[in-house]
């Protein structure tokens, strides 16, 4: 069974940084991606950057040179670096991976982290 376990969300004053983390646990057999989503209230659910195996990596307009992602591939752990953030960076945030752990390729998701941006 894969898990995701997403910790790093809270309350945070505009201009400020936090840092999410999210670890994939089961039996792995390979990872294609693994990447960040965040839903805010009303909206839709977006995209905020994913990394790819090879290390490519996608960001959404509103986060590009504010936001990092990274991956430690040997932990199966992803971060997300949130610099400057806004008060529209204000939403639940969505750990994903897309991987193989036996049953072929799927999406994984994680339960979600608050993070509340005060202006």
């Known amino acids: 069974q894969v898990r995701l376990v997403e910790s790093g969300g809270g309350l945070m004053q505009a201009g400020g940084s936090l840092r999410l983390s999210c670890a994939v646990s089961g039996t792995i057999f390979s990872i294609n991606l693994m990447g960040w989503y965040r839903q805010a209230p009303g909206k839709q659910r977006e995209l905020v950057a994913r990394?790819?195996?090879?290390?490519?990596?996608n960001y959404a307009d509103s986060v590009k040179g504010r936001f990092t992602i990274s991956r430690q591939n040997a932990k199966n752990t992803v971060y997300l670096q949130m610099n400057s953030l806004r008060p529209e960076d204000t939403a639940v945030y969505y750990c994903?991976?897309?991987?193989?752990?036996?049953?072929?390729?799927?999406?994984?998701w994680g339960q979600g982290t608050q993070v509340t941006v005060s202006s």
């Open positions: 990394i790819i195996s090879d290390g490519s990596t």
């Open positions: 994903h991976t897309y991987c193989n752990a036996g049953r072929g390729w799927e999406n994984y």
